[in-house]
């Protein structure tokens, strides 16, 4: 289907793959804390794809849409091209492609794009859910200069990015003309809190050093430790991320600030029981994730 079938439907070789990529400024291959990054992932999917948190089989069996904020945001997808980047295992994808849309997922990690087209076969879906494996960066040309009705970011993308400038360029030459942009990720503020306490650790923005984690655990409850292997990640401040939206040519519908998160982020929230996160009673509230939507005009 479209100008991804061949990109989706033959793979290339893992090594094909690779040197796909070796041209690319930003490449993993040319970028050793993206190659890394990149490793680290490759590592967390199954890990990820076997845990609770994500529930891959309930998932599945519940035929699970897109979360009711994204559906408020976004409303009717039917018949509409939308593009995930960063998409992981491609459950959020999937759950547009039940939407009615007709989706492409987009994700640096090989064996995270071999699980995401295992899941929308198992869910039946491969007939209106590619999936690409390509550094976000060189989206653009990984998805041969196409765009789409709806460019889709979901929680924990933006802070594996070294520049949020180069990525707005990449978000705006993928919406198509009268298309959307929507959003939604871990607030910069929540990035720049300690793990344990309420207290600010980390620069709430951009810098060119990232902040290094080599902790063994990760998100999604996990079995055992991982192995020891360095991730680097960026914070973005909130006017950095709308500024260069702006910059490259999408125009700022709305830009909401919530003081709940969609996981556990730290000890200090408790479950509402519908998916979300809240500060438990006497906890000052803070923005813990954001949404943004924006358009191209015509
Ligand atoms: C936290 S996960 C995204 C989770 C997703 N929103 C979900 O709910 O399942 C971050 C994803 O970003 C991908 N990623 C990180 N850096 C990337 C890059 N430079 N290009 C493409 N994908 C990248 C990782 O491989 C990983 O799958």
Redesign the pocket.
Known sequence: MGMWSAASQSQPSRSEKISNMAGAE?S?LNDER?AA??AA?DA??PV?AASRS?DVEGRLRDKQGPHPWELEALGDVSGLRLVH?????G??TLAWARAGASVVG????PT?IETAQSLAGQAGLSDRAQFVC????DAPAALHGGTFDVVY?????LC??PSVDRWAAVVAALVAPGGRFYLHDGHPMAWALADERLTVEHTYFEEDDPFVDDSTGT?ADAPGPLPRQPMYEWNHGLGETVTALIRHGLQLVWLKEHDWAVWPRFPWLIHTGDGRWVPSPGTPRIPLQFELLATRSL
């Open positions: 930003t993993p993206l990054n990149r992932w967390r999917v990820h994500y980047l960063q998409c992981h295992l459950l959020d987009l994700d640096f990690s995270a390509a550094d976000v960066y970011v979901s929680t924990g993308a594996w990015l998100y």
